[in-house]
């Protein structure tokens, strides 16, 4: 673009420089001068834009008192963190949170209006509320309005496949990623080149669009280079322009939320404190794209913002202007020339000149240092590619070899598994034979003492013949020493061969004992093992540690006894062989050795007798723990069984309280539908009898009445006959007979009544006039809620509205005209059979586009509730009855659909207002114009109140058929976001009273 020259030169300048005497000039006149060349220090820069010396107000609000601003400001911002489809490491920080905080600088600081802009965050950035966005402000925005656009959210980029240079690379395809979107399905993205046609579809004179996003530098052209003069600011406003600040170039750029920037990202925190640090009136969009690469570049390594045209989207070298508002402009800290002073202006346009050269030479100079630190980017990202290439070559295959070794490892680990789970089982099935095994020993070994016990009662009386026989033997025994001593040697002998053999017996019967034992064990284990119970295996491993234990016990019993009958045994035989010596020694102390031997015999025998009763005892107690512990698994069991039992029983008596409760629900409900039923017939007998009353009363009137004109007519028939003959008796008289008077009486047209019917398409225009006058609006305090009070009266100038809510009929035939925007749930309309039903899933701009379509706009709050409840301060438009059936249509259910949700316009005749409006309450909520304050009814003034200035909510009244009727009262109130749509939704439209 050429630059302006010197003002000297140029007339049209001089001209301007001869009205700016009454300008402040000074730092505010040098700081207007600067376009958008932002260095790192924020320097101010020099131009001149001469203005005349009047000053007009602005009627917006704006930077300047002669503003050349036309149109109106429009914004689209588009924030998401969250995407559904994607995995956690997919979801992003802070896009919602820089979307929201540029959102309200906007407002704030350069005079955005909310009711103009179109906000989506999270779920609602969805692929249709992004093209339906788009699709909206393409049919709203005029060719003198300005768009804003902000874009926070996952970007996508594939490159040209004939791609030969970086600068070729624009020609790949870009995505913005919408929050519905799947991973890795570009069918669920929304293309650059989809953006780029509505921008250069949208018909506004400037857009400017700031893309914080991966791969955002794809919608660019080429840069190009703007004049410095501050002349040209309106001349750059009269060009369209088509205008992006993306965050990167073809790259993915860092969303992580700064805590140091307020959990903003890097990009969103200098975008926003560039906008914030202003305070010229005037702020080109390319002033913003060097300040912002500078810093963002200096704290993110390899982020690098860009600013450029859109490609070949209608750009014609204009440029979007913020307009700052007037409370955030510079203070005059600089006096202006006094008038007439054209000198001391020169000599400060040359000075803005000469500072506007310097700067250029710098910039020129930082320019070269940029160029030369992007090629040195460039190279380096080369090189990181090739390394990461690499690197990722190197990764892929230490990722391979790892899937092997790991797969390697996994069937090792299967298989060490699969062998300790075998080993696992072989043990428990060992230790299992195991206990078999010394259970059969135990009870074989019971057996076998059992069989000791006998065979030595049997040996002890064997031994007391004996003992007899040696008695009577004494002599021979002498004679025969030798030969006894080795007989007694062979018993002994003997002896422990039959000890030995009767313990081995002793030791089968203990084993078929426990044998028997361990089957009743067995199949005792077989059920416990088939219930699976944790619990019940650890007491029978406790039972059977325990009983191992006490065997062990017992066994070391048996040895330890066993052992002292062979230690017995062998004192038996020491004590018979010092017998025998004695009774070789001492044939006389015969007598003496035998009573010894007779007393020792008795001892033993006590012994055995102590042992065997021992034993028995030990077996006694192994059955009474065995029987004790076939209790308490037999108990466990048992309570388990009823526990079992209980939880049946529980659940069955859940199951018939449930049933018990969905019948009496069910009974309930034809209960009350046949109440309702009822009503409506006793309504409906009601009004067939007050109507046929009044029928009556009307015939007996109209029959009074014609009476009443039979006996006038008969009166004036009279009248006129005495007049004809007075006339005739006046023979003589000049004048003419005087006509007799006519009847003053005109036809009677009787009314007709007639059942109610839907209104048809040619009734829906219907307007209501609703007359000038104070009503009762809001409530007492603790009648409803805090937000309707105080309770005030209230003046409104006459007014019409609609009889009805605006219909699917209605809005076809719009959409048919205006080539609006369907509104949600529109897939679902059987426009033949819904036709008479509201329309719903339109949001307050749709609304009220629909209204100034027609030449109406929204009803205030004080319009809607003065048609609702007329002057009497009634509950309900229709008195102060509590809704029913017969009012309006409240709670239908929870699933929406328009046949079963939606009653038709006009269905309820008993629940119509004072003025006869309908549906006022119920069937759908309706969008008023007000923005929604909860303290605005203190404020508000008493005649024709409109409601805040500003507000990010719109009011909505009169609830709907998804809820119960709550606030759903004359002066109930609720609040939603403008950009909402729901299936319970809806609108009507007010007009001026004629």
């Not at 979007?320 to 600089?334: A, H, M, Q, S, W």
């Not at 230790?431 to 135990?442: D, G, I, N, P, V």
């Not at 203990?510 to 295996?537: C, G, H, N, P, S």
């Not at 062989?577 to 044939?587: C, D, G, P, Y």
């Amino acid at each position: 673009m050429k630059t302006r020259g010197h003002p000297h030169t140029n007339p049209f300048r001089l001209k301007l420089a001869t009205f700016a005497t009454g300008l402040a000039v000074g730092s505010f006149l040098i700081g207007a001068l600067s376009l958008p060349f932002f260095f790192a220090n924020n320097s101010v820069k020099a131009g001149v834009e001469i203005k005349p010396q009047a000053a007009k107000p602005s009627a917006a609000g704006g930077a300047d008192p002669d503003d050349f601003i036309e149109g109106n400001y429009w914004a689209l911002i588009i924030g998401i963190n969250k995407y559904p489809t994607m995995d956690k490491d997919k979801q992003l920080e802070a896009a919602r949170k820089d979307a929201e905080a540029v959102s309200k600088l906007l407002v704030d600081r350069y005079g955005f209006s909310k009711e103009r802009m179109v906000e989506l965050y999270d779920e609602q950035a969805s692929r249709k509320g992004v093209i339906r966005a788009f699709s909206s402000l393409k049919r709203r925005l005029t060719d003198k309005d300005s768009l804003f656009i902000y874009y926070a959210g996952h970007g996508e980029y594939e490159k040209s496949a004939t791609a030969k240079s970086e600068k070729e690379k624009v020609d790949g395809m870009g995505y913005w990623i919408p929050s519905d979107a799947e991973l890795d399905d570009p069918a669920s993205y929304i293309f650059n080149s989809q953006v780029r046609d509505y921008l250069a579809n949208i018909p506004a004179r400037h857009i400017y669009a700031v893309v914080d996003s991966c791969f955002s530098g794809s919608l660019m052209g080429r840069t190009r280079q703007l004049g410095l003069s501050r002349s040209a600011v309106k001349e750059l406003y009269q060009q369209p322009s088509r205008w992006i600040l993306a965050s990167g170039g073809l790259y993915p750029v860092p969303d992580a939320a700064d805590k140091a920037k307020q959990g903003h990202s890097t990009f969103a925190w200098h975008f926003m404190k560039i906008l914030r640090q202003n305070t010229n009136p005037y702020l080109l969009a390319k002033d913003i794209a060097e300040p912002i690469a500078i810093r963002v570049s200096n704290e993110v390594k390899d982020q690098l913002p860009r600013s450029a045209p859109v490609m070949a989207a209608g750009d014609e070298g204009g440029q979007f202007v913020f307009r700052l508002k007037r409370e955030f402009l510079k203070g005059p800290g600089d006096a202006a020339p006094p008038p007439g002073d054209l000198t001391a202006l020169e000599k400060q346009l040359e000075e803005a000149e000469k500072a506007v050269k310097k700067q250029q030479e710098e910039f020129e100079k930082k320019k070269q240092a940029m160029i030369a630190r992007l090629k040195q980017l460039e190279e380096e990202k080369k090189r990181r590619e090739v390394d990461e290439e690499k690197q990722l070559a190197a990764a892929v295959k230490e990722a391979e070899e790892k899937i092997q070794r790991e797969a390697k490892e996994r069937e090792e680990r299967l298989k060490a598994e699969a062998e300790r789970l075998k080993k696992s089982e072989e043990e428990r099935l060992a230790s299992a034979r195991k206990f078999e095994q010394e259970q059969k020993e135990r009870e074989q070994k019971a057996k076998e003492a059992e069989l000791a016990r006998q065979k030595l009662e049997e040996d002890r009386k064997a031994e007391a013949d004996r003992i007899a026989a040696l008695k009577k033997e004494t002599e021979e025994r002498a004679r025969q020493a030798e030969l006894a001593r080795k007989k007694a040697e062979e018993e002994r002998k003997a002896e422990e061969a039959r000890l030995a053999a009767a313990l081995k017996k002793r030791e089968e019967e203990e084993k078929a004992r426990l044998v028997a034992e361990q089957k009743k064990m067995e199949e005792l284990r077989k059920k416990q093992e088939a219930e699976k119970d944790a619990a019940r295996l650890a007491e029978l491993k406790r039972q059977e540690e325990e009983a191992r234990k006490a065997e062990a016990a017992r066994r070391k019993a048996e040895e330890e006894q066993i052992a002292e009958q062979k230690r017995q045994a062998e004192e038996k035989e020491r004590q018979r062989v010092a017998e025998l010596k004695r009774q070789e020694e001492e044939h006389k102390a015969e007598e003496k050795r035998l009573a010894e031997l007779k007393r020792q015999e008795e001892e033993k025998e006590r012994q055995r007798q102590a042992e065997l009763k021992r034993q028995e005892e030990e077996r006694k107690r192994l059955e009474t723990e065995m029987k004790a512990a076939r209790e308490r698994e037999e108990k466990r069991l048992a309570e388990m069984t009823k526990k079992q039992q209980e939880e049946e029983r529980r659940l069955a008596e859940e199951r018939r309280l449930a049933d018990e409760k969905r019948k009496a629900e069910e009974k309930r409900l034809v209960e009350e539908k046949t109440k309702a039923e009822a009503e409506r017939l006793a309504a409906s007998k009601r009004q067939d009898e007050a109507a046929r009353k009044a029928e009556e009363e009307r015939l007996s009137t109209l029959a009074r009445e014609a009476e009443e004109q039979k006996r006038k007519l008969a009166e004036a028939k009279k009248k006129a006959e005495e007049a004809q003959k007075a006339a005739e008796q006046a023979a003589k008289s000049s004048a003419p007979p005087s006509e007799a008077p006519k009847s003053g009486s005109e036809p009677i047209v009787e009314a007709t009544l007639r059942p109610f019917q839907a209104p048809k398409s040619k009734d829906l225009a219907t307007l209501i006039t609703v007359p000038a006058g104070e009503f009762v609006m809001g409530s007492k305090a603790g009648d409803g809620q805090p937000d309707e009070t105080p309770q005030r009266a209230v003046f409104v100038d006459a007014f019409t509205i609609d009889k009805y809510e605006v219909t699917v009929e209605q809005y076809a035939a719009y959409l048919k005209k205006s080539g609006a925007e369907p509104p949600d749930f529109w897939e679902r309309v059987n426009q033949k059979e819904d036709g008479s039903r509201p329309v719903v899933g339109v949001d307050w701009l749709d609304a009220k586009d629909f209204c100034e379509y027609f030449g109406k706009q929204l009803p205030t709050e004080a319009q809607w509730e003065k048609a609702a409840r007329g002057t009497d301060g009634r509950k309900y438009p229709w008195g102060n009855d509590d809704p029913g059936p017969l009012f309006a249509n409240f709670a239908s259910g929870v699933s929406f659909s328009y046949s079963k949700s939606l009653a038709a316009v006009g269905s309820y005749e008993s629940g119509k207002s004072p003025y006869g409006v309908y549906d006022m309450v119920g069937n759908v909520w309706e969008w008023v114009l007000d923005n929604y304050d909860k303290a605005y009814y203190q404020v508000a003034p008493p005649k024709n109140p409109a409601g805040p200035a500003s507000g990010d909510y719109k009011v909505i009244r009169g609830g709907s058929w998804s809820k119960r009727p709550a606030v759903a009262r004359s002066a109930g109130r609720m609040y939603l976001a403008p950009n909402t749509r729901s299936n319970s939704l809806g609108f009507r439209c007010v007009g001026e009273a004629k």
